[in-house]
């Protein structure tokens, strides 16, 4: 079956620091896959997406790039602020398999200090 | 303008009650979707309904019911509510096989 990995939290670092979150993932077929994040007592909101191989999502200054060869989407923003401070979620969604439910990472806790 | 709203935000009963949860989008998607969240923050489907039908039902307790009245709205009903119940409900919604989109969550607390 279809499964996602990501790094265990929380990750904690300073303001304007570099962050990466890794994900690796598992699928039978060609999944599309996501990052949401959810801010404290929010819901989630989709951060950045790719649908196939080589394809870079970026979104307010994240970007991860879909890698086939290492089943990977690595999160990552070169200067972190404050307001980054959320639970990120990795997720694909195979399109081959039940209408495209989305298989969620664990989640990662980011804690951005001043 | 709110996208994915659900009703209540926040919902604190006995044990052994009957609750719903309320979900629409105004998005015109055709697909919804419903998911748990548990204490540690893990997401998990339950279920997922396209122009009103059923198609996605994991493994939930058959006190568990959805009912999709039409393609912007999902609720979901669950009897005899336990203990083990209490998370937190997200409802989302989608084009057919496309991006979800998530409403603000039910906060589900169970005495």
């Known amino acids: 079956g279809n499964s996602v990995t990501q790094m265990e939290g929380p990750v904690t670092l300073s303001e304007e620091a570099f962050l990466t979150i890794n994900c690796t993932y598992t699928?039978?077929?060609?999944?599309?896959l996501f990052w949401y994040v959810q801010y404290p007592g929010e819901g989630l909101q989709l951060l950045l997406k790719?649908?196939?191989?080589?394809d870079k999502g970026s979104n307010k200054g994240f970007e991860a790039t879909y890698r086939k060869e290492t089943t990977s989407f690595h999160l990552e923003k070169g200067s972190v602020q404050v307001s980054d401070s959320a639970v990120y979620f990795c997720?694909?969604?195979?399109?081959?398999?039940?209408?495209?439910?989305?298989?969620f990472g664990a989640g990662t806790q980011v804690v951005v200090t001043p | 303008d709110t996208a994915v709203s659900q009703t209540p935000k926040y919902l604190v009963t006995q044990m052994g009650n009957d609750k719903s949860i309320k979900c629409e989008q105004n998005?015109?998607?055709?697909?919804m979707y419903w998911y748990k969240q548990d204490s540690k923050k893990f997401l998990k489907i339950m279920f997922s309904?396209?122009?009103?039908?059923?198609?996605i039902n994991e493994t939930v307790p058959n006190r568990f019911s959805p009912k999709s009245p039409d393609k912007a709205h999902l609720n979901l009903h669950i009897n005899s509510l336990e203990l083990g119940d209490s998370a937190v409900y997200f409802c989302?919604?989608?084009?057919?096989?496309?991006?979800?989109?998530f409403g603000p969550g039910t906060r589900l607390l169970v005495l």
């Open positions: 989302a919604s989608s084009a057919t096989q496309e991006t979800q989109y």
């Open positions: 699928a039978t077929g060609y999944p599309s």
């Open positions: 790719a649908t196939k191989a080589d």
């Open positions: 997720a694909l969604s195979d399109l081959t398999d039940s209408w495209g439910k989305l298989q």
């Open positions: 998005l015109g998607h055709d697909t």
């Open positions: 309904y396209n122009n009103k039908e059923l198609i």
